[in-house]
């Protein structure tokens, strides 16, 4: 066996460890998130029924919550995006051809992180049409490409 066939067959196997820790860490991660809000929500009603108002520090610490679980879905991006570079070069071993689709999925888990870590209410404008834009080029070019690669035009 060659040493590029044994590494493209080490990277499946951590490739498949990786994806399926992420996997159960995500699984994790949404389930807390869940239980906290299903908790907030279910608080939030006991003191409506009982008349008692809510201080200011419950939203503030519910609203910090939820922030941080905006990060560590930036940061399950950011390593998705990691993976998929791998796969990338991984491809380019074997086949020695670059695969625009993986580019191009990789493009659009990128700015999905960067949506997510955004800080809207301090974002300019502009960046946010910058982004839009952005989105809708990267939507529109996998579009065509798979048009033109998996139903090419006669068939």
């Known amino acids: 066996m060659s040493a590029r066939a044994r590494a493209v067959r080490v990277y499946a196997v951590l490739e498949r460890a990786i994806v399926f820790t992420l996997l159960i860490l995500l699984l994790i991660v949404v389930l807390n998130g869940t239980r906290q809000l299903a908790q907030e929500i279910l608080i939030r009603l006991w003191h409506l029924m009982l008349g008692e108002p809510l201080g200011p520090a419950s939203a503030v610490e519910f609203l910090e919550q939820f922030a941080i679980l905006r990060q560590v879905f930036g940061a399950f991006l950011l390593i998705l995006i990691g993976v998929e570079l791998m796969r990338t070069v991984v491809m380019y071993l074997e086949q020695h051809v670059l695969h625009v689709e993986v580019v191009f999925t990789v493009a659009m888990i990128a ?3 960067h949506a997510i870590d955004l800080d809207l209410e301090h974002a300019q404008p502009m960046l946010l049409v910058g982004m839009g834009a952005m989105i809708l080029a ?6 065509l490409y798979r048009k033109a690669v998996v139903d090419p035009p006669g068939e």
């Open 111 to 113: 700015i999905a992180r």
């Open 138 to 143: 990267l939507t529109l070019g996998y579009y």
